[in-house]
């Protein structure tokens, strides 16, 4: 027997809840992190960008290798695996 589950979509919850704040987006192939500044519905923007190559230990303050890029990043969501407040 199938059980059913209702599905309540939360007003302003996931990226929309993370605006203005320093995220980290686990991707395919790359981690990128940087100050959430936009959001529609195929991109999402950050501010002050960088690429991590190295994590080391998540609960040390700072990446053990991330790369600052030069210029605001637009990355697709459609390759976002995971994301949050991390650092």
Not at 62 to 84: C, H, R
């Amino acid at each position: 027997m199938l059980k059913t589950k209702q599905v309540v979509d939360v007003p302003d919850e996931g990226f929309i809840a993370l605006l203005d704040s320093v995220i980290t987006l686990f991707c395919a192939n790359y981690i990128y992190t940087g100050k959430l500044t936009g959001v529609n519905e195929d991109c999402v923007r950050l501010d002050k960008p960088s690429i991590v190559y190295e994590t080391g230990a998540f609960n040390e303050k700072n990446w053990k290798d991330a790369q600052a890029l030069p210029n605001q990043l637009y990355v697709m969501k459609s390759s976002i695996e995971s994301f949050g407040v991390v650092k």
